[in-house]
């Protein structure tokens, strides 16, 4: 079936006309019609528009010189601005806005020749860990337990581009990571899930979270095509001060590239959260695993130690609802988006626009940020918080003074039941563990599928790396995604059920 | 540490999210055990230890000419308003 192929094989079938851009469009707008009532990983889907750029790619096809992504299906987080197509960060405060603009990275990826199949779900604002916070409903997970029918999550934020890959309602998705938005999800639904260096991809048109940690990233099913997704992504932009002026190598070449020599660190730190859960001898076994697979690919392994990381969660919930409370002032009910009736004055406007707007995850963020940013709080929590941050970032510098890339688990446990929802916020904020130190250090990291735990759910591994070198976790992530040989597939995916 | 009552309403009109009792009660409940969460940063010695501002450690942010590279899209800029009169956006009253 045209959308069992992977990126790579569909632009090689692209090119040798085995089929064409049309067909491999609409095999993918058919399975995203077939599969969306239940799994809702898209908010908009866009099939005209994405029928008719098939039919142009085909053109170009024809023409040659096609540019890597002519002709191939992509689901795009609903926090990309993309000009003219409602873009939503799943809020109902911009639940019809219509960006003017398209964002730097989907422009790349359009003048890339992919195409775009629509708008995926995602926590509200990228608020979330379980895409239970969507104003759009939550999406269901397409993998389930063994002889168990509960619905369960796709992790999030980006929650919906996860389950649109998983499901083959998509060939690959953008998403955006803050704390783990990419690789948890990316767990979760037994995908690859790559959050660049900060700095590495534009942020521009994307809708902000908290600036100093978003970052978008490639989602897939193999590190091939993430790595074919990252090198069009990728990539300096004036309009993004933080973006960086750093050449972008062809980060295909570095997958099947030679491990032999290469260190890998273990940090010492990470197990114990594993050791407090139920779940965790699973993701002990699988990480074991890990190791052992690059050991034997000619890999160092080497313990190291990184004793800030304890710290890091809390450090992250303070600096970013900082950011967030700051970020979404904007949304105010007067230049954009939902305004609410009945107001009497401009402030009654602003409380009643937002109160209405927002969704409780997201006030609490924001009122978070702003309790922390606060006149006689900002010493004691928001710089102290910074300069925790400093010493997370000198943990990994120090770190990779002794080696090449780190290897740990991507979350604490596999895919949780919607009605297994922590009611204690902390606890939910526990799932990215392991995510948020790399982001809080702007560290590129990835998220491999290597294993099924005993209910037959996915399991990942995080793959971490210097800055700017996402060329050796991609090389260690193909390495270590061809010895796993994770070829299990979701229950629920086009072609086998609707 | 807890977070009292008038201390959550003052944040609440600080970041114009209108809140009603019953939802101020609740918000300061968990706010205060997010905080009482956050308190293990007190184990942390920070002596002399810097601020990390920003992310970017390997390149520094560059200028750029200071020059005009948008404009005259009044319309697309006004696309999205909730409401407006002519070329502007509108607000309740704010001069009795």
């Known amino acids: ?77 609903d926090l990309f601005c993309t000009n003219g197509v409602r873009t939503t960060a799943a809020s109902k405060i911009i639940g019809n806005f219509v960006p003017p603009y398209e964002s730097t990275v989907t422009a790349k990826l359009l003048e890339n020749g992919a195409i775009f199949l629509g708008k995926t779900n995602l926590d509200e604002f990228a608020m979330g860990s379980g895409n239970l916070t969507s104003a759009f409903g939550s999406v269901e997970n397409p993998w389930h337990r063994k002889d168990d029918a509960s619905v369960l999550v796709p992790g999030g934020s980006s929650g919906g581009s996860a ?68 090198t069009a992504m990728a990539g300096h932009d004036p309009k993004d001060s933080t973006c960086a002026d750093v050449a972008v190598p062809d980060y295909r070449a570095a997958c099947g590239r030679s491990l032999k020599g290469l260190r890998v660190g273990i940090p010492q730190e990470y197990d114990s959260p594993l050791m407090a859960t139920e779940k965790g001898n699973d993701i002990l076994a699988a990480w074991k695993k890990g190791a052992k697979i690059l050991e034997e690919a000619g890999c160092e392994i080497i313990d190291v130690f990184l004793p800030h990381t304890r710290y890091a969660l809390a450090t992250y919930y303070i600096i970013a609802p900082a950011e967030c409370s700051s970020n979404l ?34 006030r609490r963020r924001i009122l978070m940020g702003t309790y922390v940013l606060s006149a006689g709080y900002y010493d004691a929590y928001y710089l102290k918080a910074q300069k925790v941050r400093t010493l997370i970032q000198r943990d990994f510098t120090q770190a990779f003074q002794k080696v090449d890339v780190l290897l740990t688990p991507t979350a604490p446990t596999a895919a949780f039941a919607r009605d297994e929802k922590p009611e204690d916020p902390v606890q939910m904020y526990l799932n990215d563990i392991f995510t948020v130190p790399a982001s809080m250090a702007g560290q590129p990291a990835m998220s491999v599928p290597v294993a099924l735990d005993d209910k037959g759910l996915p399991l990942g591994l995080q793959l971490i790396g210097k800055h700017f070198d996402e060329e050796t976790i991609i090389a260690v992530g193909s390495a270590l995604e061809k010895a796993a040989g994770f070829t299990a597939r979701p229950d629920l995916r086009a072609g086998v059920s609707a | 540490m807890s977070l009292d009552l008038a201390t959550t309403r003052r944040i609440a009109k600080l970041a114009r999210i209108g809140l009603d009792d019953q939802e101020i009660e609740a918000v300061r409940a968990q706010l205060g055990g997010i905080l009482g969460w956050i308190e293990i940063l007190d184990e942390v010695d920070v002596e002399g230890v810097p601020p990390m501002i920003g992310t970017s450690t390997n390149a520094a942010l560059l200028p750029r000419e200071d020059a005009v590279t948008d404009g005259d899209c009044q319309d697309k800029v006004l696309s999205n308003a909730p409401d407006r009169e002519g070329p502007f956006f509108t607000v309740p009253k704010v001069v009795e």
């Open chain 1, 329 to 362: 002032a904007r949304y105010d009910g007067v230049r954009f988006g939902k305004r609410a009736e009945g107001a009497t004055s401009l402030d009654d406007l602003y409380e009643k626009t937002r109160h209405n707007g927002f969704g409780e995850e997201v």
């Open chain 1, 163 to 230: 389950a649109a890959v998983a499901a083959h309602m998509a060939m690959g998705a953008t998403g955006t990571d803050t704390g783990g938005s990419i690789r948890q999800p990316a767990a979760y639904c037994g995908i690859v899930g790559l959050k660049p260096t900060y700095g590495r991809c534009s942020r521009w048109g994307t809708i902000a979270f908290a600036s100093s940690l978003d970052q978008a990233g490639p989602m897939t099913r193999t590190v091939e095509d993430a790595a074919i997704m990252l």
């Open chain 1, 1 to 77: 079936m045209l959308t069992d192929l992977t990126i790579a094989q569909a632009a090689e079938g692209l090119r040798k006309k085995e089929f064409s851009a049309v067909e491999l469009t609409k095999a993918h707008t058919d399975a995203v019609e077939a599969l969306n009532g239940r799994v809702n990983a898209y908010i908009t889907v866009t099939p005209d528009k994405a029928l008719e750029a098939a039919k142009k790619a085909d053109s170009t096809l024809s023409a040659g010189e096609a540019p890597a992504l002519t002709g191939i299906p992509l689901g795009i987080k």
